[in-house]
């Protein structure tokens, strides 16, 4: 049974929505050198470089998440801008500094893969 399967095997027919804020941060994505010589620039031009993503929980220092059917790892403590409550000034996003990990063709694949990466974490 693939990853679709037992999604269609256990759905509801009752839609839920989950009301959970997102946590947006700058995200600089890092390509290995070696990495950026040998793929093309057109397949590097939307995971290189600084992104806007939002996260469900606070991210760690060595966690592992999925983009653009890439796996990153996050290599530094988030650097955070804090701002008082109920400010009206400019409030400014984490930085998070991530590596490239690994490349998968679906997203079975990296379910599988994250999966494994988290198992041996624990």
């Not at 010589?37 to 966690?63: C, D, H, M, R, W």
């Not at 592992?64 to 400019?90: C, D, L, M, N």
């Amino acid at each position: 049974m693939d990853f679709q399967e037992l999604i269609d095997s256990v759905r509801q027919s009752k839609p839920y929505k989950i009301r959970q804020p997102r946590l947006w941060s700058l995200c600089v994505l890092i390509v290995p050198d070696d990495l950026k010589e040998k793929t093309p620039a057109i397949e590097l031009s939307g995971v290189s470089g600084q992104y806007l993503l939002g996260f469900n929980f606070p991210p760690k220092l060595g966690e592992h998440f999925p983009y653009e059917g890439h796996i990153w790892r996050i290599i530094a403590e988030p650097i955070q801008f804090p701002t008082r409550y109920k400010s009206r000034g400019v409030k400014k996003s984490p930085i998070l500094f991530a590596q490239y990990v690994e490349s998968h063709e679906d997203d079975d694949q990296i379910l599988r893969r994250l999966l494994e990466l988290s198992a041996n974490s624990i």
